[in-house]
Each structure stands twice: as C-alpha cells, then as structure tokens.
C-alpha cells in the first residue's frame, strides 16, 4: 500500500470494495423487501455498471498513474475521459432510439424543447428575423443560453442531435483536467489526481453526456469560471485576458441558471474581501466591492435582477408550491407535500436518494446506481471539510467551500433538494473536497467508514419505502 506520511494517497480497495457490496446488498434487500415492485433488470444492469466501474477503476487508477509525469497524466485523463464519454454518447443514442423510438431519454420535455427552440431560432435567421428571439421571446433568461448555443452548432454542423453531445463528452473530457489544475492549486498534486480520476468516471457527469440538456455546458462554465477567477486572483501577475475570461464565464452563467450565477459570483465576492494574498486592507476591498455589486446590479438586464429578487424573496414559497406540485401531480407522491427545509436540509449534501423498487420511473431508475456513487463519496467530502476546519483552513479555501455550499443552500429552499439534475453544478466541488478528504486519510479513519454506510443502508431502504407508500403502492 503506497502511504505518504502514514496517509493514504489514492482510493482504497478497502472503501471501494465494500461500498460495491453494500450496493449488491441493497439491490437484494429491496427486491425482497418490495417483490411485486422489483427493479426491472434493465436498470439493475445499468447500476450495477455505473457503480462496479466507478469504483473498481477509481481504486485501480489512482494507485497506477499516482507517480507518471503531470504531463502524461493529464494526457491520459482527457483522453480516456473523452474516449468513455464518446463510445457512451452513441451507444445511447441507439439505446434511446430503441427504447423510446427516439434518440430522446424518457419522456423528454426540455430536451427537445432545447432542440426545437434551437431549430426555431434557425428559421428565424432564415426569415431574417432572428433579432425577434430577443426581443418578442418570453423565456426566461436563465434558460437561454442552451437553446443559443444549439442554434450556434446546429447552423454551423447541421441539425443532428449527435454533434452537440459529441461536445457534451469534449466539455468533460476538459472539466476532469480543469478540475485538476483547480485541486492542485489548492491542495497540491495528490488529490488533483484523484480528483481528476473521480471526474473522468463519475457516472453523474457521464450521464449528461448524452443528453440534450444544458447540464454538462453549464457545469462547465462554472467549473472554469471558479478556475480562471480563483487564478487571476492568486497570481502575482493580473493579466487582463484571464480576468476578461473570467467575467466572460462568469457572465454566462446567468444565462443558464440564475442561482447559480449569483452563488457563483457571491462565492468570488467573498473570497475577494478575505484573501489575505490580496494585498489591500480589507476596508478597502470590502467598499470597492460594494461599488462593484451595486454598479453590476444595475446593469444587468432588468429581467435578469427580476429573477434574482424572485428567487430570493420567495424561495419559502417556492419549496412549499413546488412539494405540493409533488404531490398532486399524476403519479406523484402524496408525502411530498410534508417536506420542509427542515427535512431536506439535512439531506442536500448526502441525496439524492437511488430508485431501487419500479416506480414506472425510467431516467431515474436508470442512474440509480450513479445516485448510490454519490451518496457514497460524500463521505470522503465531509471527511474532508472536517480535516480543512480543523486546520483552521476554512478562509485560505474561503471559495471552494461557498461555492459548494452556497449553491446547496440555495437549493434546499427550492423544492428540487433531492432532485439529481439540480444537483450537478455541486458534484465537482464535491469531488473536491472528497480527493482531499482521500489523501488525507489514514488507517485510524477507516473506523468511521462502516457507520457512514450503515447510514446509508437504512437511508435507501426508508427512501425506497416512502416512494412506493407515497404513491399507495404498498
């Protein structure tokens, strides 16, 4: 076992073995438990891969490149992290159109919403009228980016829904080393290699690969604006390219998901006033930034400062309506409507929870086992929050820790706390802190690891539970 300082530098067989088998364990329990509502073996298949390889090749792989040159390394992260997303991106496209007879997931909405709004702004420019998609258009400004972005590559490629995907796997090819340098400037090379391993195969990122959604580009965007803004800060040289990237990116954002743009900004704004590399009194940087909030608030586009006050003033309603929509909507889950903050809160960091019971189902029955990934790596992440506040480190990776929970806060008040989707602009940062909660541990930590799972066990089965009672099914 290769150690450093009497700490493990790479994820054990000892957390990925047993992480694999309490998956199995699950998996038999609830189809025993829940017999007439077994998960249908379609999806077991497909969990049972999403999980085996992630954490079979997480262990394997960061014990074999721990120790090649950073350049060959990165080399081999892009590449096999673009050739895994490539060979998924078409064998899904078939899967899809087998399954649904379309290359759409199942009962796609916005992604074909996307990919007909992108085809629509097309005419538009054809009929020369495409300044009407600005101007006549009520969508809302946190979702048009997407739709743009279509309408960039369908007019330059053609209209194949392949082609944008193809970009989705280059985008996270990119990210699994955009995340790298982001670890290595703050933690150091060791679990900038785990934490690039962890995003080439985490299951999650994989998914949306091969989607028409605007998920993978967006997570991106925010990835690489945290990235670029954090490098310009830190460097003794401020370059005007990086800082005009950087506002680029950041920018952008807002025309992908309004939360998470103002999370995104909030986390820069805040790093800004307490890093202590900065070489400014706090006074100082704290009035200019106060300046700059003001100055960039009222020149957003009037819509733009509309969404962000609306979510801010009634995120409580927000999460109330949207339980209740749970609740009485076809199929939905009659319990939903008890959720609270209080309740999901809890659960943000730890959910979503899998679907391992049929519950008619499909998208998120099929990624039931990227679900279970997640739920398990958190583990590594709250070791490692706990590492860095013991150390007294919370201000020097100020940042990373309000990006990633800024955003999770946000979104315990907005009705999708357990929803994955939402969750994915989190799953980077988590990885995050989870490479260096991994290269922090030694063997008197590993006692903590069964509880957490044990934890787990019963949070599945009680999920499982409440999403077959809510729907009177047992």
Same mark, same amino acid.
């Given at each position: 076992? &290769? ?16 992480? *694999? ?24 298949? %497909? ?15 960061? *014990? ?16 096999? &992290? ?26 796609? /909405?916005? &992604? ?9 702004? *097309? ?77 080439? #195969? ?14 993978? #580009? ?35 954002? %807002? ?19 307490? =890093?202590?590399? !900065? ?16 100055? &960039?608030?009222?020149? #957003?586009?009037?819509?733009?400062? @509309? ?10 309603? =927000? ?8 609740? =009485? ?13 209080? !309740?999901? @809160?809890?659960?943000?960091? !730890? ?80 990885? !995050?802190? /989870? ?26 089965? /009680?999920?499982?539970? %409440? ?8």
């Amino acid at each position: 076992m &290769s150690t450093e300082n009497n700490k493990i530098t790479f994820l054990s067989n000892y957390f990925t073995s047993k992480a *694999i088998l309490l998956y199995v364990m699950l998996l038999s329990i609830c189809s025993v438990l829940f017999i007439n509502y077994s998960l249908p073996l379609i999806w077991i298949l %497909f969990g049972l891969i999403e999980v085996i390889s992630f954490f079979y090749f997480s262990n394997i792989l960061t *014990i074999k490149w721990a120790h090649i040159s950073e350049k060959e390394f990165k080399k081999r992260v892009f590449l096999t &992290s673009l050739t895994i997303r490539i060979l998924y991106v078409v064998i899904i496209y078939f899967f899809f159109e087998y399954m649904t007879g379309k290359p759409f997931e199942f009962s796609a /909405a916005d &992604s074909e919403g996307y990919h007909n709004e992108a085809l629509w702004i *097309i005419d538009l420019l054809g009929q020369g009228r495409f300044s009407a998609y600005f101007t006549e258009y009520t969508r809302d400004y946190g979702d048009r980016g997407y739709p743009l972005f279509l309408f960039g590559i369908y007019f330059i490629f053609g209209s194949s829904i392949i082609i944008p995907r193809l970009v989705n796997a280059f985008l996270g090819a990119w990210m699994s080393i955009i995340t790298y340098k982001l670890v290595k400037r703050n933690f150091g090379e060791s679990p900038a290699r785990i934490a690039a391993i962890l995003t080439m #195969l985490l299951p999650n990122l994989i998914y949306y690969s091969g989607l028409t959604l605007k998920e993978t #580009l967006m997570v991106f965007l925010f990835v690489a604006f945290i990235e670029r803004a954090q490098y310009f800060l830190d460097s003794n040289r401020k370059r005007l390219p990086i800082l005009i990237t950087a506002i680029m990116l950041g920018t952008s954002l %807002f025309f992908f998901r309004t939360v998470l743009a103002t999370s995104a900004w909030l986390s820069i704004f805040v790093y800004i006033t307490f =890093n202590k590399k !900065i070489g400014i009194p706090i006074v100082i940087r704290a009035i200019f930034l106060v300046i700059f909030v003001l100055i &960039s608030y009222k020149s #957003l586009p009037d819509q733009i400062v @509309s969404e962000v006050n609306y979510y801010i003033l009634n995120s409580e309603n =927000n999460l109330e309506s949207q339980m209740i929509h749970f609740s =009485n909507r076809t199929g939905g889950n009659k319990y939903a409507q008890f959720a609270s903050k209080t !309740i999901l @809160s809890p659960l943000v960091l !730890i959910g979503p929870i899998p679907t391992l019971v049929d519950t008619a189902q499909p998208n998120p029955m099929m990624i039931n086992g990227a679900m279970f990934v997640r739920n398990v790596f958190v583990f590594f992440a709250i070791f490692g929050t706990i590492i860095i506040f013991r150390k007294k480190l919370f201000l020097q990776y100020s940042l990373l820790f309000i990006t990633l929970f800024s955003y999770l806060f946000i979104l315990s008040f907005s009705g999708f706390a357990l929803s994955e989707r939402y969750h994915l602009p989190s799953i980077p940062f988590l990885i !995050i802190f /989870a490479s260096y909660g991994i290269s922090e541990l030694n063997k008197k930590h590993f006692k903590y690891y069964i509880p957490y799972l044990v934890g787990i066990f019963v949070l599945v089965i /009680a999920w499982n539970w %409440f999403k077959l009672a809510g729907r009177g099914l047992i």
